[in-house]
């Protein structure tokens, strides 16, 4: 510990040698934490760490069969682990702490309305009437930038976006002003541009109520903006805690070092592929998805998932597709593998149209493309052993006999990073990097010279990120094949893609070569999603936090394509050699 | 929503035609004949046979039977039964309302007494009250229906004398003294969907207790008698109710076993009887009858199912 903390008069909350087991097993070790009015505190550590076990525990709310072990927590006047009565604890909740979980799509009732949802917890610990209560909550709705949020109270969650849910719900905790809020992951599950606005409207309002926050994240970059002071939590146990920039610019504990130097990903290193002809050429791909009104019989309404994309990819290379959630860029890649109807458009995979060729050909052209999905919890049958699901990937190929095969597994698993003794075990032994691992040698497997990656690293840690991408970039060396590379975060396209292509609602804003499109974004949505996402970089006196702040572009005065009105005519224009902007008509870019 | 119901109850038209042709053609598949039965057995004079087809309509060719059968249908016409004499609907009617009451009534009960159960042993999961729980709903699971039927028969019915044991009295007729009789095979029911229903209702609390807004709803500070009825019960319960429904068609189609247990003349001991009596349109009737149930009583589920889940349209 870089300083130690001792609790003051002053200290809205004290934690004091805090110990929190599960069984015999012992998850937070000693930890000691303070908290003032009004200052935000980040926990930040890696799954597994502890850090949300910490949060959790200052509501009394760990999940079974944790329990605190040892140590106290203090808040205010009130023992959180030895209250006086069971009621105490109980009504300090939301009055005092408030509670903002990672998962918005989870963390709101289903069932109940939403302003239902909102007036409960009021009518419990306020005496308002009814009406105040309605108004206090459109009041905070207003507050977190929703619009009409009177007609919002009488939805249902599944009514919203992952970023509106998470809106609605730091309006719902905050419309108690309590004094502490603890903000559990709030925007791991969104994306950049979403991401950046949910923790602006969050410290506002928390500003505006005078509210301590602890935010926890496994993120140093998304929490370094938002910090005063930041604590590190490596297993359990509390390594190192100071003010944000001193944190940033002198780390004084090795683990800080790796996580700052995970967050920062090192230089870029494009993979070119090979000139010459394109070993993918998408054209002009739209897709639909189709939703049946009124019993199928008056018509149907239309959803444009993709409209109208070109892109090619030459062997060998890594091609960035990127856009926030919703953008249609994972359907690109689902319609490239045949899993997404094409309503019109072409793919050509190494000179030839897929759709045209006979059925067995086709299988055969496609057994070249493979993919690796985002969430490897999900994506490798959890009855399968390992062994078994890599050895799937050979599935097709009635030449190679059983000794083959399990010798393939064998280097492969070596190849990634893993052992051969692990083609024995079950998925849910291995952690989360290990099993994308294992989702990479299911798909290297049969030695395709394309893998469409759908954000592969997005639901792992920043330090194990860091580790995947080295391993693509490793094993592209040693097999050379191409690959899509479909990701929400710029940062991580830019690691290891030669070329990007940024998506909005279906559509191709922008194009260029990766370290163009970082020096001289032109279309206002590059630009947008460039600012949202934050790094740390290294400044004259060590890290700091690099925004990303682009000159002003106010003498550009191009009448540019703005996805919103999708129905508005839509172009694509040369700015230089394979820079390509989205523009509105007939606007034209002098190069 | 009245449109919804209206789309699937023609929807069902077709259904219940192929039920139609499916149970004609089934029931003269059947080995025997109706013209012996009704004679009374064992009967040589072929002339008294013919002549009991000919009124019967055995003798014409099975598809103007079933078109015969069709078109009465359709005037809401079932026939008449070739046992007793009596119109089929009107029996069919009156056996139903038997059935209908013993069912729903066992229902209701229930689910009062499951649904607070799955909810407490979820809320204490691994604790005492959960096991005790657990173990007499597995215990209930494991024994025969009919015998613990027949038990209570012995220990209400015989032993203590407190209930009596055969036959049936309405409701409309004598409302004090048709409690009585309801009051055995109701339980007897009751107690078997108790147990099925408690461990859907346990199963399914314990995983929409693991969920977020579970624990959100216990951080905004609420009471944990509040937190179980408004958040964890309708979530809870979409599962439980499915399996309502699928028992319920189930029951209300014949809870032929109980009702042969308890001589309750309802529905299923009619189907039955018929079978055996090779009383053609009763079995018919009924045979379509169910198929009906089937589908009224899955409509009325999916509407329920709307008050669960806000995600569920009815389009």
């Not at chain 1, 394109?278 to 309404?301: A, W, Y």
């Not at chain 2, 072929?46 to 309509?57: K, N, P, V, Y």
């Not at chain 2, 003294?177 to 078997?192: E, H, Q, R």
């Not at chain 2, 198929?291 to 889940?309: H, Q, S």
Request: one cysteine or more; glycine letters at 8%; proline letters at 5%.
């Amino acid at each position: 510990m870089s300083e130690l903390e001792t609790g003051s008069a002053t200290d809205l909350l004290a934690i004091e040698n805090l110990e929190i087991s599960f069984g015999p097993l012992a998850v937070v070790k000693g930890v000691n934490l303070t908290v003032k009015p009004g200052e935000v505190l980040a926990i930040v550590g890696e799954s597994g760490s502890g850090k949300s076990m910490i949060g959790r525990s200052i509501l009394g709310l760990l999940p079974a069969p944790g329990r605190v072990t040892a140590g106290r927590i203090g808040f205010g006047e009130h023992e959180i682990t030895a209250p006086s009565s069971p009621d105490e604890l109980r009504l300090l909740r939301g009055r005092s702490i408030g509670l903002i979980f990672q998962e918005p799509l989870s963390s709101l009732n289903p069932t109940m309305r939403i302003g239902e949802q909102m007036f409960e917890a009021m009518r419990l610990h306020t005496d308002l009437s009814e009406a105040q209560i309605r108004e206090r909550a459109i009041d905070m709705l207003r507050q977190v930038r929703l619009d009409r949020p009177e007609a919002l109270l009488n939805r249902y969650p599944h009514e919203f976006s992952g970023g509106m849910r998470q809106r609605i719900m730091i309006a719902s905790v905050m419309m108690l002003q309590p004094k502490l809020l603890i903000a559990d992951e709030p925007t791991t599950a969104l994306d950049a541009v979403v991401q950046r606005e949910v923790l602006d409207i969050m410290q506002d309002v928390a500003r505006a109520n005078e509210t301590a926050v602890i935010l926890i994240s496994h993120d140093l970059a998304v929490v370094a903006r938002y910090a005063d002071r930041i604590a590190v939590m490596e297993q359990g146990v509390l390594v190192e805690s100071g003010p944000t920039r001193g944190v940033l610019s002198q780390p004084q504990h090795a683990y800080t070092r790796k996580l700052l130097s995970a967050a920062q990903l090192g230089a870029p290193s494009p993979i070119e592929g090979s000139s010459g002809k394109p070993l993918l050429q998408v054209e002009n791909l739209s897709v639909d998805f189709s939703e049946k009104t009124m019993f199928g019989l008056f018509g149907r309404k239309v959803h444009h998932a993709v409209r109208d994309v070109s892109l090619k990819i030459a062997p060998g290379e890594f091609v960035g597709l990127v856009g926030e959630s919703g953008s249609g860029k994972s359907t690109i890649g689902r319609a490239i593998c045949d899993l997404a109807p094409m309503v019109s458009g072409r793919v050509i995979f190494d000179g030839q149209e897929l759709d045209r060729l006979s059925r067995s050909e086709e299988q055969t052209q496609r057994r070249r493309i493979r993919v690796v999905f985002q969430d490897p919890f999900s994506s490798l049958n959890p009855r399968m052993r390992i062994g078994r699901i890599i050895r799937e990937g050979l599935r097709h190929d009635r030449s190679a006999t059983r000794s083959e095969r399990q010798r393939a597994v064998e280097e492969m698993l070596e190849a990634v990073g893993l052992t051969a003794e692990m083609a024995d075990r079950f998925p849910h032994a291995l952690s989360g990097g290990q099993r994308q691992r294992v989702a990479i040698a299911r798909a290297l497997i049969a030695k395709p010279d394309l893998i469409i990656a759908d954000e592969p690293v997005s639901a792992l840690d920043v330090t194990v990120q860091a580790q995947i991408l080295a391993l693509f970039k490793r094993l592209q060396a040693d097999y050379g094949f191409a690959c899509l590379f479909i990701s929400h975060d710029l940062h991580i396209v830019e690691q290891l893609c030669a070329r990007l292509y940024v998506l909005h609602k279906g559509r191709l804003m922008e194009e260029a070569p990766t370290p163009v499109l970082f020096a001289e974004p032109r279309h206002p949505y590059t630009r947008r999603l460039l600012s949202a996402s934050p790094r740390l970089e290294q400044g004259k006196d060590g890290l700091q936090l690099a925004e990303t702040e682009l000159a002003d572009n106010e003498g550009d005065t191009v009448d540019y394509f703005d996805a919103l009105r999708a129905d508005e005519p839509y172009r694509l224009v040369e700015t230089d050699a394979g820079h390509r902007v989205a523009v509105r008509g007939y606007a034209e870019i002098a190069p | 929503m009245y449109l919804f119901v209206v789309r699937r109850l023609l929807m069902s038209i077709p259904t219940l035609i192929i039920v139609a042709v499916m149970i004609f053609c089934l029931v003269r598949a059947l080995p025997g004949d109706a013209a012996i039965m009704m004679l009374g057995g064992n009967i040589d004079d072929e002339a008294t046979l013919e002549m009991m087809r000919q009124q019967l309509g055995l003798d014409q060719p099975l598809p103007v039977q079933f078109v015969a059968w069709l078109r009465e249908l359709f005037s809401g016409n079932l026939g008449i039964s070739v046992l007793t004499g009596q119109p089929v609907g009107a029996l069919l009617l009156d056996r139903f309302s038997v059935t209908a009451t013993v069912v729903l009534l066992a229902m209701a009960s229930a689910l009062i007494v499951s649904v607070p159960l799955g909810l407490l042993a979820a809320h204490r999961h691994n604790s005492r009250t959960d096991y005790a729980i657990v173990v007499l709903t597995i215990l209930k699971l494991s024994m025969p229906s009919f015998w613990v039927g027949l038990m209570l028969l012995v220990l209400f019915g015989a032993i203590l004398g407190w209930l009596p044991t055969v036959g049936f009295v309405s409701l409309s007729q004598d409302f004090g003294l048709g409690v009585t009789y309801l009051i055995l095979p109701v339980t007897s029911l009751a107690l078997s969907e108790i147990a099925v229903m408690t461990r859907m209702m346990r199963a399914g609390s314990l995983e929409v207790m693991n969920r977020d807004y579970i624990t959100h709803a216990r951080a905004k500070g609420l009471p944990e008698r509040q937190v179980l009825w408004r958040h964890v019960f309708p979530n809870a319960f979409a599962p439980t109710l499915t399996m309502v429904g699928i028992a319920m068609a189930g029951l209300l189609a014949g809870a032929a076993v109980t009702e042969t247990v308890f001589t309750l003349p309802g529905l299923g001991k009619l189907l039955v009887d018929s079978i055996y009596g090779r009383d053609y349109p009763v079995l018919q009737g009924a045979l379509l009858f169910i198929a009906l149930i089937y589908v009224v009583t899955n409509l009325l589920i999916d509407i329920a199912y709307t008050f669960f889940d806000p995600k569920v349209r009815l389009t």
